[in-house]
């Protein structure tokens, strides 16, 4: 019997790049995001290689994602994989002059989304005693840098969240892990600076990780045998050392 795996962000680089990925293998997918239009042509894509249901809806929304969720069809309601991609970066302020706005975005995404998706999903797995929990990370949950203050928070919150999960869950058989990624190549650093042309230059010089380099760990990390689990990734591009130090030809 196939899979089904549930990704949050699937319209947009490492949630996309994991729903082909999964797709290549056969694992039926229920897809979300907040684009419609996104999720339609993800699904028109897939939909050849596999089974795919798509959910619009914000993971900031707590009714909306429970509702959205209580609502998958009974051939998508046992959720083996749950891939917490959804997340975002707003603003690179020092903490004195950081927006309200941005803390809440990041916090409510981040950390509460995923909190609120898991919730859903987790009732269903303990019930079967089995499941397999990806929670994205990122090299921010490992080392904090200058002006990444409440992101980094929130990044450090879901590893912090991702070992309490494997915790209280191993008495059920659920797999619980994380993969924190350093700098890939994504719509992420438009959202973080908010549109300014600054955010052509993250990328330049050297190599960034690509979607699918992720989307390839993630998938390394479903497939192992039942007995072993991948409770925690750290991936670099080569260029980089860490959250400050990135190697760039001139």
């Known amino acids: 019997m196939k ?6 962000g699937a319209t947009s680089g490492i949630g996309r790049a994991t729903a082909h990925e999964f797709a ?15 999720l339609d042509s993800v699904k028109k894509a897939l939909s050849r290689l596999t089974d795919v249901h798509t ?21 998508f ?12 970066a707003h603003g690179l302020d020092p903490i004195q002059t950081g927006s309200l706005d941005d803390w809440d975005a990041m916090m409510d995404i981040n950390v509460k989304g995923l909190l609120y998706v898991s919730k859903a999903i987790i009732p269903s797995m303990t019930k079967r005693n089995s499941g397999h929990i ?8 490992k080392e904090v840098y200058p002006n990444g203050n409440v992101y980094c ?6 590893l912090a969240i991702t070992e309490g999960m494997r915790i209280d869950l191993n008495p ?6 994380a993969i924190n990624p350093g700098l890939v190549e994504t719509e992420f650093s438009e959202v973080r600076f908010k549109g300014d042309t600054a955010a052509d230059d993250v990328y330049k010089g050297y190599k960034a ?4 380099d992720v989307a390839d760990v993630i998938y390394f990390a479903i497939s192992r045998p039942a007995h072993v689990n991948i409770a925690d990734v750290l991936m670099f591009c080569t260029s980089q050392a860490s959250s400050t130090i990135v190697k760039k030809s001139l």
Not at 24 to 38: F, P, T
Not at 77 to 88: E, F, H, K, T, Y
Not at 134 to 141: F, M, Q, V
């Open 55 to 75: 959910l619009n809806f914000d993971v900031r929304d707590r009714k909306k994602t429970l509702d959205a969720i209580a609502s998958l069809p009974e051939a």
């Open 172 to 177: 059920y058989g659920i797999k619980v892990g």
């Open 77 to 88: 309601q046992d959720i083996d994989i749950l891939i917490n991609n959804a997340g975002n």
């Open 153 to 158: 928070g929130s990044k450090h919150a879901v």
């Open 24 to 38: 290549k293998h056969g694992i039926n997918l229920v897809l979300c995001g907040r684009r419609q239009q996104r």
């Open 3 to 8: 899979k089904v795996a549930l990704i949050t």
């Open 209 to 212: 990780l690509q979607a699918e």
């Open 134 to 141: 990806i929670n994205i990370g990122s090299s921010a949950g």
